[in-house]
């Protein structure tokens, strides 16, 4: 598939389009588009780009939008030109400028609203600012698109979150990559066209991205939501509209449950499919999952922008290892790996390795930073985990954020699976700083945002029963804001930093 011509999405929905012209493709709130109304949309948007740019060689083009159906019909314009889309999240500017630059863009194409936001901050960029009412409209129907694309072509840049370095990297992803991901995504959860998918985990990340993919590919419905995360809301638009599927982020599936049991028992009977991604979700809530909603198949991978779902799992028929996050994909392979690169026997902890189909090919204008992170032909995640004797895989955390406090090595997460009830709706984290005495070289911290009233020995309280000692935070530190990456995650490094400079002042 490599370099031969394939399909991408824009193509499915075209082909969707001219079967089934009246059958709904997306609903956002009150709007609702027919998959031959969503072409035009695509078309016309593809048209006006291509006398805009008057290029001859492919563009790449920053898309930032606040409106979803905005959002995927930029993109899928940029497939039909066979172009290269640059998703942006516009929930903060605060990598936009940095992002145009590292990747060259040359163009940038937001809504109405997003581009006033810019017109108004002291954003500057050296390309182009498009208003995607200024690319729409009538257009001629003598326009012709490829019927197919290469599959080795650049389709996407997808800049990671950052979650360790906070240095976000552009990753790689061709028309291939794509069209393997969601092929075996939808065979592994036996979709098809019947899905009415309400889609919560942001569209303009990898995993969010991935479900839209796997609707429009067998011809589904994609439903969602402008706006921020409102489970209320979701509740609702999944019973109006009869969604049979629900995707999220574990952190919005753990809402639902804390908050929402009662609501969501009330939709669990229309529930057939779930996928959860991003962070794995802890085995409480898996388990709480599969009680609420009983007819719901639910599926859980590991996966990470570079190699998405690497792994998956369906918990109601795979309960006796319901804590792992699955089996390698079709076409990937996944192994442990030891620090030399070495593979692991089963049952041994070491870092997850990936390769195969969905493997990106490098990082834009960063080959080294990718090659570094390659070890006998398999990409080393920084995830830890082990895999069992039947080949399941089980996460245990970031390789970076590993504490070890006088000899004895955790991972935060375990720790943090213990408090997310304790905190509710409060940012917080645990981390490992250096021992102020100097005798157990790190030792465990909790850091909450500064307007929580949570108190340290009341934590060391709700913990001591479940952890040992070494476990359980020393100190509490707070403050201002907890730094995040644009899909929700905590950025460990940049807490340590800020609690590095606390301490610092205060002596």
């Not at 489970?231 to 929402?260: E, H, M």
């Not at 039947?390 to 090595?409: C, M, Q, T």
């Not at 375990?414 to 102020?436: A, S, W, Y």
Request: some cysteine; glycine content about 8%.
């Amino acid at each position: 598939m490599n370099g031969i011509y394939i399909t991408n999405t824009y193509h499915h929905i075209a082909s969707h389009a001219q079967k089934k012209p009246d059958r709904p493709a997306l609903i956002c709130g009150d709007q609702k588009l027919s998959y031959h109304d969503f072409m035009e949309r695509i078309v016309a948007l593809a048209f006006h780009l291509d006398i805009i740019s008057n290029a001859s060689s492919p563009q790449k083009v920053l898309i930032c939008c606040q409106d979803k159906i905005n959002n995927l019909s930029a993109v899928f314009a940029c497939f039909a030109l066979q172009w290269v889309a640059i998703p942006y999240s516009p929930d903060s500017f605060d990598s936009l400028e940095w992002i145009a630059d590292d990747c060259k863009a040359d163009l940038l194409l937001c809504d109405a609203e997003v581009a006033d936001r810019i017109r108004q901050s002291a954003l500057h960029f050296s390309i182009p600012l498009y208003d995607l009412s200024s690319c729409s409209g009538e257009y001629d129907r003598n326009f012709t698109l490829p019927k197919k694309c290469r599959g080795n072509d650049m389709a996407m840049i997808i800049y990671s979150s950052g979650t360790t370095s906070g240095q976000k990297k552009g990753v790689i992803i061709s028309y291939r990559i794509l069209l393997e991901t969601t092929m075996y995504m939808n065979k592994v959860m036996g979709i098809g066209e019947g899905i009415v998918e309400y889609v919560v985990a942001p569209i303009a990340h990898a995993f969010g991205f991935g479900r839209c993919r796997a609707v429009f590919y067998a011809g589904g419905v994609l439903v969602f939501d402008n706006g921020k995360f409102n489970p209320a809301r979701i509740l609702l638009s999944i019973s109006k509209n009869k969604c049979n599927a629900l995707s999220s982020v574990s952190t919005g599936i753990a809402a639902f449950i804390d908050y929402y049991e009662t609501h969501l028992r009330k939709v669990g009977p229309l529930l057939k499919w779930v996928e959860i991604g991003s962070l794995p979700l802890a085995l409480n809530y898996r388990e709480k999952l599969l009680e609420i909603l009983p007819n719901a198949a639910v599926f859980i991978n590991f996966g990470l922008t570079e190699a998405m779902r690497s792994t998956f799992i369906n918990l109601r028929k795979e309960t006796r290892k319901i804590a792992s996050v699955g089996k390698a994909s079709p076409g990937v392979e996944v192994r442990i790996l030891d620090d030399e690169g070495v593979p692991l026997s089963s049952c041994i902890e070491g870092e997850i390795a990936v390769k195969g189909v969905n493997l990106t090919p490098g990082y834009w204008n960063r080959k080294d930073a990718f090659t570094g992170k390659m070890k006998n032909g398999y990409f080393t995640t920084g995830d830890l985990g082990f895999m069992d004797e039947e080949g399941y895989l089980y996460f245990a955390g970031r390789k970076d954020d590993v504490i070890n406090s006088g000899g004895k090595k955790f991972h935060p997460v375990e720790v943090e699976n213990l408090l997310v009830k304790f905190f509710g709706h409060q940012n917080f984290c645990i981390c490992g700083i250096n021992d102020p005495v100097g005798r157990l070289g790190q030792v465990p911290v909790v850091c909450v945002e500064e307007d929580s009233k949570v108190m340290l020995e009341d934590i060391v309280r709700h913990l001591r029963p479940m952890l040992e000692d070494y476990m359980i935070p020393k100190d509490l530190f707070k403050i201002a804001s907890m730094p995040m990456t644009d899909n929700g995650k905590v950025q460990r490094s940049k807490v340590v930093q800020r609690i590095n400079a606390i301490s610092t002042l205060n002596g």
